[in-house]
């Protein structure tokens, strides 16, 4: 379980947060804007992308994209993230391998304040492809992270800084953008909680702890399989598209639509084509809150007469019910902005890139469990209990009549 | 009593179907992951052959040898990290075959894997060849590229390419080097006990074999360069046969797989590879026996070039040579050549063309009554590979366990 109160910004891992320093990245490899001289002249496709320079090479590189203050106009708040690939335990001995944030399932949780200038410095350790997007913030086009869109992707060995300002207010997350069905589901994905002095939630309800509570689905046997594969080709493809050996199509990158119908005239197979696919889509067979499945997951402390808030973060691609046992809680944000009457629930539904924060009054002293009501989801390789459960526990109960053991497989 | 007699059968079978779920056992039945796998070969083919007694032997024919169907089987053991596998495959032989049987068993083997090393027992691919040539069939030219079996005088290519094996292979990832060694049983038969060939199912130990390989993994195989290099030792214990004594029979394999070009998609390859086999004294070189054992040497090449822009494969031409000769005979040896073509039509579909010719030296045309050969053949493969409950993870495709013609090259010391 993650509490954001011990794990604020500069809090968390030593190396996280570097601190508010407005430092100029190192030597700048920059892509240049997007010439779009009027709204009705029509935009040259892959304008600023190294990806259709032959002999183009991201290692050592250290890219600054444009369009965000330099260093000097504001003061930044900086933080180093990496993209590395480890071997994530999520219950004893069901192991799988993830590209992890700062090695760590899932990543670290950002806590800044709102209109706060924040300054990313992503370094790519693993020998694919990454971006980061900034899920619900309100920034500049060329920090969104979309591949290809927005930006070129990180290459290995790259470090691309991201710059914007933190705003609106709410809860946010981040998560890799580049191959997102499986490096959301590698568990790519982390918090980003932006925090503000006129927080409509904390008004209504006083709250004294909150927690981010990260809901994810893997598929370990997909994870493992496009892993192998990625890893297997993926560092020796890049470096022959760098050697210029191959065309960009080999990789699916094209300028624009026109030149990838070309491209098809010209006997380029489409990946997505009857006779060309894999057609491998994921089936999570493992369930996990920030990145431990029942019973290894974290608990929510809570005491009597307490307000908490309970940010729920949906970082995979199922739809979740969360439903807690032996209260009624208050649905105070969606999608991180307040809603203004907040409603009593018991169940809440957490869809695909929704968070949905509630809070928890302390008014039934017990152990209740908090879980997906989908009881698929709350299996551990199919058996039951095990997945997306977790429990709220009362920490001032003097002698309770019945304290909780475990059962896994009922 | 036909009551009970049903009555009966309905208990054995509801005790059979319960299997899975004995009561009072915590020990679930783990459902298997599954390889399915398969290709089919059917080729219209012209012959033309000047019979060494003189005549010709010519026809054509629609041929469908070497097809075939592999199961594969595989969980993991308890530690979650090794596992254990089973391989069943079946296939269709050659229609001059000596096995009395429409199918051949060809794999049927079990083990147990962990990370860099694998402990193969039962029947599979002999370790007697290490390079896989661009040919429609594998017994193309089976003379040039296999140690032939010094126990079977059968005329069968199944007694030279499958045997029995205890097999072990250890990985140095690191090194890209492989090593291997294996007991082998080859399959034993004489020219009077044809009629059982076919139903053999065990095999004596009759050899053993040692094996290294420098291997670069397939990804960076289109590299310029030695992308293979391999070397392998084959002894097999030859019991008497007509008229000639106990013997044993050293084979010494060496491999190259040389990356020709720096074009990934214009792809120009050449593999190499030479056996020297140093037997016994034979009276002749008439039957199968005498020419597993003379001493011999042959040597394969092959050229080929793969069209494959933005890495997807359309087709690919090849040159194969071989030279054989039974060095202790006069004007004893071989030469073929083989053209080939494969247009890749689809994902595993292939059409392919092949030209065959091969000439005997006098001395071995005699003994074969075979002088020179003309074969043409035309036609298709299907090869497909589909895994169900996907939980271990494929050590490879099981379609590795087949001969191929397109991104060939090594026959990887550890499958």
Not at chain 1, 96 to 107: K, L, R, S
Not at chain 2, 1 to 9: G, P, S, Y
Not at chain 2, 122 to 137: K, S
Not at chain 2, 302 to 328: C, E, G, I, M, N
Request: aromatic fraction near 10%.
């Amino acid at each position: 379980m993650t509490e954001s109160r011990k794990r604020g910004a500069g809090a968390t891992r030593r190396g996280f947060l570097k601190g508010a320093v407005a430092a100029a990245g190192g030597a700048a490899v920059v892509a240049g804007a997007s010439a779009a001289a009027s709204a009705a002249a029509p935009y040259k496709g892959g304008t600023g992308s190294m990806m259709f320079i032959p002999g183009h090479t991201m290692i050592g590189a250290h890219t600054n994209s444009p369009g965000a203050p330099p260093d000097d106009e504001v003061e930044y708040r900086e933080f180093d993230l990496t993209f590395e690939l480890l071997e994530h335990e999520l219950i004893p001995r069901v192991k799988f391998p993830v590209f992890a944030f700062n090695g760590q399932v899932p990543g670290p949780v950002f806590r800044v304040q709102e209109n706060d200038w924040i300054k990313v410095n992503a370094t790519n350790k693993t020998e694919a492809m990454h971006t980061i997007h900034w899920h619900g913030v309100d920034l500049i086009y060329t920090m969104d992270g979309v591949p290809m869109v927005t930006q070129d992707p990180i290459h290995p060995d790259e470090t691309f800084t991201y710059r914007f300002q933190a705003r609106p207010a709410g809860t946010r997350f981040y998560h890799c953008h580049w191959s997102t069905p499986l490096h959301m589901m590698s568990a790519l994905h982390g918090a980003f909680i932006i925090d503000s002095p006129d927080d409509p939630v904390r008004a209504m309800f006083p709250y004294t702890r909150d927690y981010v509570l990260m809901l994810e689905s893997f598929d370990t046997v997909f994870t493992r399989k496009q892993m192998n594969a990625l890893l297997g080709g993926m560092k020796r493809v890049n470096k022959l598209m760098a050697m210029g050996k191959l065309d960009p199509a080999t990789h699916g990158f094209f300028r624009d639509y026109d030149e990838m119908l070309a491209a098809i005239e010209n006997g380029w197979r489409p990946p997505y084509a009857m006779g060309n696919s894999e057609a491998l889509v994921p089936d999570p067979n493992f369930f996990a809150i920030n990145g431990k499945c029942y019973p290894a997951t974290e608990k929510i402390g809570i005491v009597r007469d307490e307000f908490i808030r309970i940010r729920l973060i949906n970082g995979g691609f199922l739809v979740h019910h969360m439903h807690l046992h032996g209260h009624q809680f208050w649905h105070v944000a969606e999608d991180g902005n307040p809603i203004p009457q907040p409603l009593r629930k018991n169940t809440i539904e957490v869809g695909p890139g929704k968070t949905q924060d509630i809070v928890v009054y302390g008014d039934n002293p017990g152990f209740w469990t908090f879980h997906d009501h989908d009881v698929r989801r709350v299996m551990n390789n199919g058996v039951y209990p095990g997945g997306m459960l977790t429990m709220l526990v009362y920490e001032d109960m003097e002698n309770p009549p019945y304290v909780p053991s475990i059962a896994i497989n009922e | 009593m036909r009551t009970l007699r049903i009555l009966m059968l309905a208990g054995a079978c509801a005790v059979a179907a319960s299997g899975a779920a004995v009561a009072l056992e915590v020990d679930p039945e783990v459902l298997p992951e599954i390889n399915i796998g398969g290709r089919g070969v059917v080729t219209a083919n012209y012959r033309d052959r000047d019979l060494a007694s003189g005549g010709n032997d010519n026809g054509g024919e629609l041929d469908v040898a070497d097809s075939s169907l592999l199961l594969g089987f595989s969980k993991f053991l308890f530690n979650d990290v090794d596992y254990g596998f089973a391989t069943i495959g079946f296939k269709a032989p050659d229609d001059d075959t000596d096995l009395g049987d429409d199918i051949f068993l060809h794999e049927l083997h079990v083990g147990i894997g962990a990370r860099v090393s694998e402990l193969l027992l039962g029947r599979t691919r002999l370790t007697n060849t290490l390079i896989q040539f661009p040919t429609v069939r594998d017994d193309d030219l089976l003379d040039f590229t296999h140690v032939a079996n010094a126990s079977s005088n059968a005329e069968a290519e199944e007694d030279t390419i499958y045997g029995t094996l205890l097999k072990g292979s250890y990985y140095l990832p690191r090194h890209r080097v492989a090593l291997a060694g294996a007991v082998t049983a080859r399959t034993e038969t004489d020219a009077t006990n044809l009629a059982n060939v076919g139903r053999v199912s065990r095999g004596n130990p009759n050899g053993i074999s040692l094996s290294i390989a420098y291997d670069v993994p397939e990804t960076i195989k289109f590299d310029r360069g030695l992308r293979f290099a391999g070397l392998t030792w084959d002894a097999q214990r030859a019991e008497t046969f007509s008229g000639i004594g106990k013997d044993t029979v050293h084979s010494w394999i060496g491999a190259l797989s040389y990356n020709l070009g720096e074009n990934p998609e214009e792809s120009w390859m050449l593999d190499v590879q030479g056996i020297y086999t140093a037997g016994g004294t034979v009276p002749s070189l008439a039957q199968n026996i005498f020419r597993a054992r003379a001493d011999s040497y042959a040597v394969v090449g092959s050229l080929r070039y793969v069209h494959r822009p933005y890495l997807q494969t359309r087709w690919q031409a090849a040159l194969t040579a071989a030279y054989k000769d039974f060095t202790d005979f006069d004007n004893a040896h071989s030469i073929a050549l083989i053209p080939s073509f494969t247009w890749r039509a689809g994902s595993g579909v292939d059409l392919v063309a092949q030209y065959r010719f091969i000439d005997n030296g006098r001395g071995l045309a005699s003994a074969v009554n075979r002088d020179t050969e003309h074969v043409v053949l035309f036609g298709a493969r299907f090869g497909f590979d589909f895994t169900l409950n996907e939980t271990v993870g494929q050590r490879g495709s099981i379609l590795n366990l087949e001969h191929n013609m397109l991104d060939i090259g090594p026959v990887r010391v550890g499958d």
